[in-house]
């Protein structure tokens, strides 16, 4: 079966499984987000992306409300 390639909004780009879904069209990349924090929340964010990318693929946006 077929998988549909989902929804893209127009201002941002990033693709959704659901039409109009809730989302933030802010982008941030995930170093400019992180240089504001502490460095062991990155580090642990880059440790869960590991652990879960060992399970399939993982995909993540850093995005801002």
């Not at 990033?14 to 924090?37: G, I, L, M, P, Y």
């Amino acid at each position: 079966m077929a998988r549909s390639a989902g929804w893209m909004p127009p201002n941002c780009g990033r693709q959704f499984a659901n039409t109009n879904q809730w989302h933030s069209c802010h982008v941030e990349s995930v170093d400019d987000k992180f240089a504001r924090k502490p460095a062991h929340l990155r580090k642990t964010l880059d440790y869960l992306m590991t652990r879960l990318g060992e399970i399939g693929p993982v995909r993540m946006d850093a995005g801002g409300v």
